[in-house]
């Protein structure tokens, strides 16, 4: 069973910052396309920021400018900085790693709250 480890999420007062971890298997986190998504209560999972195994970045608009998504390989670990947090960024945040159709897996997430 694979698994990843998200971490780092917590409560924080508006235009506050955190950074989220996710840890990966060695085993198929260098050719794993990573991504970071949300869901907030009564809302659909969206994704958030995803990074391509050759370090390619994509951001929703909502955060373009706050977040920031990166990885290092060596350490099979994901990370999303967040800056400027706003109380609607106030979500579970999941980590997903996807290498075309051989695989899709999921954390199991971590809470992050934001008060105003």
């Known amino acids: 069973q694979v698994q990843l480890v998200e971490s780092g999420g917590g409560l924080v007062q508006a235009g506050g910052s955190l950074r989220l971890s996710c840890v990966a298997p060695?085993?198929?986190?260098?050719?794993?396309?990573m991504a970071w998504y949300r869901q907030a209560p009564g809302k659909e999972r969206e994704l958030v920021a995803a990074?391509?195994?050759?370090?390619?970045?994509n951001y929703a608009d909502s955060v373009k400018g706050r977040f920031t998504v990166s990885r290092d390989n060596a350490k099979n670990t994901l990370y999303l900085q967040m800056n400027s947090l706003k109380p609607e960024d106030t979500a579970v945040y999941y980590c997903?790693?996807?290498?075309?159709?051989?695989?899709?897996?999921w954390g199991q997430g971590t809470q992050v709250t934001v008060s105003s």
């Open positions: 990074i391509t195994s050759g370090g390619i970045t």
């Open positions: 997903n790693a996807r290498h075309y159709s051989a695989w899709d897996y």
């Open positions: 060695r085993s198929i986190f260098s050719l794993s396309a």
